[in-house]
């Protein structure tokens, strides 16, 4: 059974700051990774989707990365904004099963 | 305009009676997906249909109904609701999944629903 675990939980940064999200997975057999975003009240954007055979993509000031042998992924996000703030989850897709981890809160302060 | 949308937004509703939530996508994408959120478990796929008339279970489909008649609508009922049902729940449309050429998934704001 796939397991997704997100670290941290929650993050507090000034804004400007670079940083660094992270997600893990215990089975490596997966078709994709997608990167989420969920503001309060709201359903889940789609961020960036890296496929298995592609170890990372970019998209403005966000940059995700895909190992699969080691069962990680990394969000990248570049000078971060106070609307940056909301929660961010990773999804792992396998054989007709997509596996969420609990999201990690990102709080960017003015 | 395009999207995604679930109705009600909001619902309360006692134990033992069926409830649908309607999901709508004007994209006409091939999947649709129902996704319940909970704290302490996250989002979890209920049911996801690949098609007009074709459905399969996902993680937790215990307690759950889905059909789908037009590629546009996928609704999902509770035949008997029970306290555990409350949750927030999501559905989601994709062109492409369960394959290595998958296409992001687009959510809807979601149904919150209470059962007392």
């Known amino acids: 059974k796939q397991e997704v675990t997100q670290i941290p939980a929650a993050l507090s940064v000034p804004e400007g700051e670079n940083l660094v999200l992270n997600c893990s997975f215990t089975?490596?057999?997966?078709?994709?990774l997608q990167w989420f975003r969920q503001d309060p009240g709201k359903g889940l954007t789609s961020l960036l989707l890296i496929q298995s055979s592609q170890r990372e993509q970019t998209s403005g000031r966000l940059n995700a990365s895909l190992d699969k042998s080691s069962g990680r992924s990394t969000l990248y996000i570049a000078a971060s904004q106070p609307g940056d703030s909301a929660t961010y989850l990773c999804a792992v897709s396998g054989y007709y099963d997509m596996r969420f981890g609990a999201g990690t809160r990102l709080t960017v302060k003015p | 305009d395009a999207g995604i949308t679930q109705s009600p937004r909001y619902k309360i509703t006692e134990t033992g009676r069926q409830v649908t939530l309607m999901c709508h996508q004007t994209?006409?994408?091939?999947?649709m997906f129902w996704y319940r959120q909970d704290l302490g478990h996250g989002l979890r796929l209920i049911y996801y249909?690949?098609?007009?008339?074709?459905?399969d279970k996902g993680e937790v489909p215990d307690g759950y109904v889905v059909s789908r008649s037009k590629t546009e609508n996928f609704p999902l009922t509770l035949e008997s609701a029970t306290r555990s049902q409350t949750s927030v729940y999501f559905c989601a449309s994709s062109e492409l999944y369960g394959t290595g050429y998958d296409q992001p998934q687009h959510f809807g704001d979601g149904t919150r629903l209470s059962i007392l």
């Open positions: 249909s690949a098609a007009a008339d074709i459905t």
């Open positions: 089975d490596s057999a997966i078709y994709n």
């Open positions: 994209w006409s994408h091939s999947y």
